[in-house]
Every structure is written in structure tokens, then in C-alpha cells.
Nanobody, 128 residues
Framework: VQLQASGGGLVQAGGSLRLSCAASAVSGGTFSRYAVGWFRQAPGKEREFVAA???????KYTEFVEGRFTVSRDNAKKTVYLQMDRLKSEDTAVYYC????????????????????WGQGTLVTVSS
């Protein structure tokens, strides 16, 4: 499985962006068994959890983006999205998507070391 993140760019504070994480070299059925997370890393800071979506569609967010970001998935397109609204300058970072296989009853993971698969990052810059 390969992951490709895209959709980053420069946006003014208060604006919106939608990131995409497209999977390849995997069937839609297999992709649907993965939980997919978004992480970000700002300059000089450690990589941090942003949001994740379970294979059953439940979601989890860090408190810093709750209510502003929305994660969703389209298994037929093998793509997970991160809709980012009301962006703030502190959201500036390189955003990464990652995936891990998960059973139905397990909680989605928030630790970066618990994710098996990673895409390359996409840069989001929010100007104030």
C-alpha cells in the first residue's frame, strides 16, 4: 500500500483547504480495513496527531482542531480527506497521512509510532 497526500498550499487565516490522502497498490476492499490518520509537523516541533478515521467511520480529533477540521473517507476512491476550515496561523505545518490495519472493535490510534504506512507530506501555510 502506498499513500499520497496532496492539497496543501498557502491560505489566509480564516480560510479553508482540503487535503487528500490517496492509496494505491491496494484494492478498495483492503483499504477499507485500514484506519487512516493525519499528523502534522511544524518547524522545530515534533510530529503531532491531528485526526483519524476508523474503518467503521468513527473519527477522532485533537482538541486543537476539533470543530474546525473534518476527516472523511471514500473507500471506493481509496481516499481519505481532511477538510480544514477556519484555519489559523498555528495550523501551519507539513501534514502527513498514515494508515494502520485495525479490527472492528479496536480504537483508532493516535500515536505516530502505531501507524505502519506513511505518505509523504504536503505543506500547509496559513498567513495571518
Amino acid at each position: 500500500v502506498q499513500l499520497q497526500a496532496s492539497g496543501g498550499g498557502l491560505v489566509q487565516a480564516g480560510g479553508s483547504l482540503r487535503l487528500s490522502c490517496a492509496a494505491s497498490a491496494v484494492s478498495g476492499g483492503t483499504f477499507s480495513r485500514y484506519a487512516v490518520g493525519w499528523f502534522r509537523q511544524a518547524p522545530g516541533k515534533e510530529r503531532e496527531f491531528v485526526a483519524a478515521i476508523h474503518r467503521i467511520g468513527t473519527t477522532k480529533y485533537t482538541e486543537f482542531v476539533e470543530g474546525r477540521f473534518t476527516v472523511s473517507r471514500d473507500n471506493a476512491k481509496k481516499t481519505v480527506y481532511l477538510q480544514m476550515d477556519r484555519l489559523k496561523s498555528e495550523d501551519t505545518a507539513v501534514y502527513y497521512c498514515a494508515a494502520h490495519d485495525i479490527i472492528l472493535t479496536a480504537p483508532v490510534r493516535t500515536g505516530s509510532r502505531e501507524y505502519q504506512l506513511w505518505g509523504q507530506g504536503t505543506l500547509v501555510t496559513v498567513s495571518s
